[in-house]
């Protein structure tokens, strides 16, 4: 497994934008598939993007679709979600997870079996 460590949270207003970043221990990043997912208050963790090893395959939620990327620079052994055009329903924890895998990223929060603690993210109306 890799320890993971999100930072990057915090509060913005609806239409404005965020940058997560998620850091990971070791020497074997580039083995990992990654993603995030988040749990709105009340709510269970879903899915929200994904990021094969090399960066090559991404896959999102239709809910963040347009609006959030997901990227990775390998050699920094970080991951990072860039969020625009947040809106209140986007208010949640945010998590950074990760799988060892060849193939494009899962959506299944059951496929990763690293996590971080998490960082909050607030959008007010």
């Known amino acids: 497994q890799v320890q993971l460590v999100e930072s990057g949270g915090g509060l913005v207003q609806a239409g404005g934008s965020l940058r997560l970043s998620c850091a990971a221990s070791?020497?074997?990043?580039?083995?990992?598939?990654m993603g995030w997912f988040r749990q709105p208050p009340g709510k269970e963790r879903e899915f929200v993007a994904g990021i094969s090893r090399s960066g090559s395959s991404t896959k999102y939620a239709d809910s963040v679709k347009g609006r959030f990327t997901i990227s990775r620079d390998n050699a920094k052994n970080t991951v990072y979600l860039q969020m625009n055009t947040l809106k209140p329903e986007d208010t949640a924890v945010y998590y950074c997870a990760a799988y060892r895998s060849l193939f494009s990223p899962s959506s299944s929060l059951q496929e990763y079996d690293s996590w971080g603690q998490g960082t909050q993210v607030t959008v007010s109306s």
């Open positions: 070791g020497r074997t990043f580039s083995s990992y598939v």
